[in-house]
Nanobody
Framework: QVQLQESGGDSVQTGGSLRLSCAAS????????MAWFRQAPGKEREGVAA?????ITTFGDSVEGRFTAARDKNILYLQMNSLGPEDTAMYYC????????????????????????WGQGTQVTVSS
């Protein structure tokens, strides 16, 4: 089993930046795909960014152009720039082992149900 630990959440003002990290430990064979999701109160969990082991990234429409993601072996990063109140949410790290569906259909990498492993989350709050 893989354990995921997020860090870096904080409170910032509109226009600010934050960098989140997610460290994976344990069964790292289960981290072929790693992704960031976020969930605001009363809303569904939303896919933010996914990074494959080969470094291929997929971004959600609401963050493309503002957020970047990368991974260094089993650490996943999310650089968030030009933050706005709409980015306020709990941010979760997720991981999945190799999957034919995720390999062939990149859009599925932002679907929460495709990930069996999850961290506890880190809170990001953006004030106006």
């Amino acid at each position: 089993q893989v354990q995921l630990q997020e860090s870096g959440g904080d409170s910032v003002q509109t226009g600010g930046s934050l960098r989140l990290s997610c460290a994976a430990s344990g069964d790292t064979e289960s981290t072929t795909y790693m992704a960031w999701f976020r969930q605001a109160p009363g809303k569904e969990r939303e896919g933010v960014a996914a990074v494959s082991r080969l470094g291929i990234t997929t971004f959600g429409d609401s963050v493309e152009g503002r957020f970047t993601a990368a991974r260094d072996k089993n650490i996943l990063y999310l650089q968030m720039n030009s933050l706005g109140p709409e980015d306020t949410a709990m941010y979760y790290c997720a991981a999945s082992p190799l999957s034919d569906d995720l390999a062939r259909q990149p859009h599925l990498r932002l679907v929460a149900s495709r990930y069996p492993n999850w961290g506890q989350g880190t809170q990001v709050t953006v004030s106006s």
